[in-house]
């Protein structure tokens, strides 16, 4: 079954500072992987994805990501914060068992940046 | 830019009683799905829902839980009983295809249901 691992649960960053939020999945098969974003009071939106090619893939926002397959990462950068960017981060995998889609969310990440 | 929808945006209800959250997909898209957010926790897959029947469901889906496509546009989550511990964000989404797609789901805004 596959799995989503992130690292950071709770991450409090002052305007301007560098933002890396891990992500691990375990699924031995191929897989999507996409990085959601829910702002305060507001639904699930989705910031990047990666479905094959260049493993650095750049989202809306400024931000970044880069899947490593040997380590079974996706982890999501941005240079310099802004304080509109505090949010919860979910990073998930999508694979196709049988067909259909599958996407397993990680428990997310609360990223608080303080102006 | 097409969207899903949800509604209702918030319900309360009375634990034991049924409630119906709806969602609707966006037009051309085939594959259905129900997740939900306990607050304070992370999203759970419920449901998927493809060619008017469940794909998958987990563990969370009980007897309780139902799911249909009453008509081409509707896509329904019924809880017959709830409990207290159903309360949570009820997210619909959906996505354009299986092996061919490109695996984005697209999230409605969420319900929200409040059992007393």
């Known amino acids: 079954a596959q799995s989503v691992s992130q690292h950071n649960h709770h991450v409090i960053l002052s305007e301007a500072a560098s933002l890396e939020l891990g992500c691990n999945y375990s699924?031995?098969?191929?897989?999507?992987l996409f990085w959601y974003v829910q702002y305060p009071g507001q639904h699930l939106q989705l910031l990047l994805k990666?479905?094959?090619?260049?493993?650095l893939v750049k989202g809306i926002k400024g931000f970044e990501a880069e899947f490593i397959k040997s380590k079974f990462s996706f982890n999501l950068r941005k240079p310099s914060v802004q304080w509109s960017d505090t949010a919860e981060y979910f990073c998930?995998?999508?694979?196709?068992?049988?067909?259909?889609?599958?996407?397993?969310f990680g428990i997310g990440t609360k990223l608080q940046v303080i102006p | 830019e097409p969207e899903v929808t949800q509604t209702p945006s918030h319900q309360v209800t009375q634990m034991g009683q049924e409630v119906i959250l709806r969602c609707v997909p966006i037009?051309?898209?085939?594959?259905f799905y129900w997740y939900r957010q306990i607050l304070g926790q992370k999203v759970e897959f419920l449901v998927s829902f493809y060619n008017n029947e469940i794909s998958e469901k987990s563990e969370i889906f009980d007897d309780q839980f139902s799911v249909e496509r009453p008509d081409g546009s509707n896509f329904t989550l019924k809880i017959r009983s709830t409990k207290l511990e159903d309360s949570a964000m009820y997210f619909c989404?959906?996505?354009?295809?299986?092996?061919?797609?490109?695996?984005?789901?697209?999230f409605g805004e969420g319900s929200r249901l409040t059992v007393l």
């Open positions: 990666y479905f094959s090619g260049d493993p």
């Open positions: 998930a995998v999508n694979s196709r068992p049988g067909g259909y889609q599958k996407v397993t």
């Open positions: 037009s051309n898209h085939l594959y």
């Open positions: 989404a959906s996505s354009e295809s299986g092996t061919g797609g490109t695996g984005e789901l697209f």
């Open positions: 699924y031995g098969g191929t897989v999507n």
